[in-house]
């Protein structure tokens, strides 16, 4: 998985509750993604970054939040977590000249 | 693992023959797509890309077709293996740049001894 990690891999919640989820690289990229994966929709983008403190928003970034204070750690948030934000999230990595290398993935489950 | 759709298309072939994976674009503004394959339980792993420059790419195995005029992709694999048995997208970048990727539902393709 391209030197990527991703913590926790499994999480059960409750509504309303926060969470933080966590993407570690050590291939030193540039960019850094935060998608999601839910039946008949494919990949969908949330947020990434273009370095340090740098982030944009993606497709469906409402009720997400991410920061990304290291080079090789970009965190996503869950401010109140939704049964609709119930979801498979994958976090990818690039150089920023196109192919992006994804992490093996998180299930969060929020009830 | 990880279920990436209940009722996506699915191609069967046979162990040895080549199979096609098609996807249709959106976007005729896209200029750079990329295909990938994703195991049961995996993230998705990168297996060839091409800008719009190029109507045909090759790697090891597989092929990479595009034809701008009718938006239309194909990934051929050559020889297909039962370890070729995925989940298969195809993504396009509508915005430009290589960051904001749109990716299609996907593929199943099923190898069958």
């Known amino acids: 998985d391209a030197g990527i990690t991703q913590s926790p891999r499994h999480k059960v919640t409750e509504t309303g509750t926060p969470v933080t989820l966590r993407c570690h690289q050590t291939?030193?990229?540039?960019?850094m993604y935060w998608y999601r994966q839910d039946p008949g929709h494919g990949l969908r983008l949330i947020h990434y970054?273009?370095?340090?403190?740098?982030?944009d928003k993606g497709e469906v970034s409402d009720g997400y939040s991410v920061s990304r204070s290291k080079t090789e750690d970009f965190l996503l948030t869950l401010e109140s977590a939704t049964s609709s934000q119930t979801s498979v999230y994958f976090c990818?990595?690039?150089?920023?000249?196109?192919?992006?290398?994804f992490g093996p993935g998180t299930r969060l489950t929020v009830t | 693992g990880e279920s990436v759709g209940l009722h996506l298309p699915t191609l069967s072939v046979q162990e040895g023959d080549n199979s096609i994976i098609n996807c249709a674009y959106s976007?005729?503004?896209?200029?750079?797509f990329i295909w990938y394959k994703q195991e049961s339980g995996k993230g998705p792993q990168f297996i060839i890309d091409?800008?719009?420059?190029?109507d045909k790419r090759q790697g090891q195995r597989v092929t990479v077709l595009l034809n701008k005029t009718v938006k239309h992709l194909s990934l051929q694999i050559a020889a297909t293996q039962p370890g070729d048995s995925a989940v298969y997208f195809c993504?396009?970048?509508?915005?430009?740049?290589?960051?904001?990727?749109?990716f299609g539902a996907g593929t199943r393709l099923a190898v069958h001894p």
């Open positions: 990818a990595i690039s150089e920023g000249t196109g192919e992006q290398y």
């Open positions: 291939e030193n990229h540039r960019y």
């Open positions: 970054s273009y370095g340090v403190k740098d982030t």
């Open positions: 976007n005729s503004a896209s200029d750079y």
């Open positions: 091409i800008r719009s420059n190029m």
């Open positions: 993504a396009e970048n509508p915005l430009g740049g290589y960051n904001k990727l749109i």
